[in-house]
T-cell receptor, first 113, second 115 residues
Framework: RKEVEQDPGPFNVPEGATVAFNCTYS??????FFWYRQDCRKEPKLLMS???SGNEDGRFTAQLNRASQYISLLIRDSKLSDSATYLC??????????????FGTGTRLLVSP | DARVTQTPRHKVTEMGQEVTMRCQPI?????VFWYRQTMMQGLELLAY????????DSGMPKDRFSAEMPDATLATLKIQPSEPRDSAVYFC?????????????FGPGTRLTVL
């Protein structure tokens, strides 16, 4: 089982639709959570951090459920420019005490006119 | 606009050849990461440096891969000898870490094809 699991999609939605992605993680010690966005043939870029209380940034809302080890991303009023792959990311605490990020393989979103 | 830079952007080589990829992290960042991305495996961490010291290279095949930071402005990833299964996009990322992990800024990647 992968440490971070996501539905690869693709999710095909029309402009203006609301779409939600889910992600599960296996390491209960993880403390930091993120969503990154990766456009085709480009590098990943941070979309937003995910806080325990949930957080919103414009049309994007992220939620964390620690008990179920589950993270979600909700996109409202989808735009064509939202078409991308969305990577769920959690941190792993190493034996050394340092931390590193573990990336899911991503969920692909296609928004059509 | 500070960015991570990587060279070369594309590399096609034959099996058995040495490949060297270079990365210039954002000035002032104290952590540097090398990742490999394939369709099947997604992003995998190969090596991780903090203040130029290697912290974790457990994701890297030691027999053929090596990663170094000769100075704060340059990180290198070498593959010798290269194999077709090494074909992937290799990303360098840098960030600032204060005990935990902060945002990582990725370079544009080196797209490697080994024939």
């Amino acid at each position: 089982r992968k440490e971070v699991e996501q539905d690869p999609g693709p999710f095909n939605v029309p402009e203006g639709a609301t779409v939600a992605f889910n992600c599960t993680y296996s390491n209960s010690a993880s403390q930091s959570f993120f969503w990154y966005r990766q456009d085709c043939r480009k590098e990943p870029k941070l979309l937003m951090s995910v806080y325990s209380s949930g957080n919103e940034d414009g049309r994007f809302t992220a939620q964390l459920n620690r008990a179920s080890q589950y993270i979600s991303l909700l996109i409202r009023d989808s735009k064509l420019s939202d078409s991308a792959t969305y990577l769920c990311v959690v941190n792993r605490i190493m034996n050394t005490g340092f931390q590193k990020l573990v990336f899911g393989t991503g969920t692909r979103l296609l928004v059509s006119p | 606009d500070a960015r991570v830079t990587q060279t070369p952007r594309h590399k096609v080589t034959e099996m058995g050849q040495e490949v060297t990829m270079r990365c210039q992290p954002i000035l002032g960042h104290n952590t540097v990461f090398w990742y490999r991305q394939t369709m099947m495996q997604g992003l995998e961490l190969l090596a991780y440096f903090r203040n130029r010291a290697p912290l974790d290279d457990s994701g890297m095949p030691k027999d053929r891969f090596s990663a170094e930071m000769p100075d704060a402005t340059l990180a290198t990833l070498k593959i010798q000898p290269s194999e077709p299964r090494d074909s992937a996009v290799y990303f360098c990322a840098s960030g600032l870490a204060y005990g935990g992990e902060d945002e990582q800024f990725f370079g544009p990647g080196t797209r490697l094809t080994v024939l």
